[in-house]
């Protein structure tokens, strides 16, 4: 199946610093990615729905100016967690589609924000 | 968006007992997919199924769109099933409540 890469693996940061995290599909090309946020025990929250060349479709409650997300070509999405603080500590996954409509993940990123 | 809720919330089995696990759509999707979360947080694919009926070992999965549900069935379930199970679909890729399954030896 499809490979898609997502780095880093974890990251602790300072409360009031960014934290960026790439998702790379490494084997096809993905017009659109997804951005996930996962709380323990519970299901995967959509946070926005990025587009390779526009801008970014956030969900109702998401925040654009917090959540940054760049889809700049047909292989990466990146998502900045500006401003960070330790609310935003989370799993946040991210997800690829191909031209078939199947949808990839990558590994995940769990954010600690002390 | 679309409202997907899952069923059982939780599932123990014995090892080798076989299970089936519901999907429930609020509207009609396309691009349905089943997910197996590992314990490390990874997604593994499971099954791209937007319609009909597919086999995959002891895995087989039912969608019918018409009716907007889905089933997932596992057979002679080991312990390395064990994990969370999820269903997701739509064009924003909306997921379900998820399904906690434990297989005890």
């Known amino acids: 199946g499809a490979v898609v890469s997502q780095h880093p693996s974890w990251v602790i940061c300072k409360s009031g610093t960014s934290v960026k995290i790439e998702c790379r599909s490494l084997?096809?090309?993905?017009?659109?990615m997804f951005w996930y946020r996962q709380f323990p025990k519970q299901s995967l929250m959509l946070m926005a729905t990025?587009?390779?060349?526009?801008?970014?479709?956030?969900e109702q409650g998401v925040e654009k100016d917090k959540f940054l997300i760049n889809h700049a070509s047909l292989t990466l999405s990146t998502l900045t967690v500006t401003s960070a603080h330790p609310e935003d500590s989370s799993f946040y996954i991210c997800?690829?589609?191909?031209?078939?409509?199947?949808?990839?993940f990558g590994q995940g990123t769990r954010l600690t924000v002390v | 968006g679309i409202q997907v809720e899952q069923s059982p919330p939780d599932l123990i089995l014995q090892e080798g007992a076989n299970s089936t696990l519901r999907c429930n759509f609020s509207?009609?999707?396309?691009?349905l997919q089943w997910f197996h979360q590992n314990p490390w947080g990874q997604l593994i694919n499971l099954f791209y199924?937007?319609?009909g009926t597919k086999q995959n070992g002891r895995l087989s999965a039912t969608t019918v769109a018409t009716e907007r549900y889905s089933l997932l069935y596992i057979s002679s379930s080991q312990t390395t099933d064990s994990g969370v199970y999820f269903c997701?679909?739509?064009?924003?890729?909306?997921f379900g409540t998820g399904t906690r399954l434990t297989v005890i030896p």
């Open positions: 997800s690829a589609r191909d031209g078939q409509g199947k949808a990839f």
């Open positions: 084997d096809f090309q993905a017009t659109t």
């Open positions: 990025s587009n390779e060349g526009s801008k970014a479709t956030y």
């Open positions: 509207d009609s999707v396309n691009n």
């Open positions: 199924i937007p319609s």
């Open positions: 997701a679909g739509a064009n924003n890729l909306f």
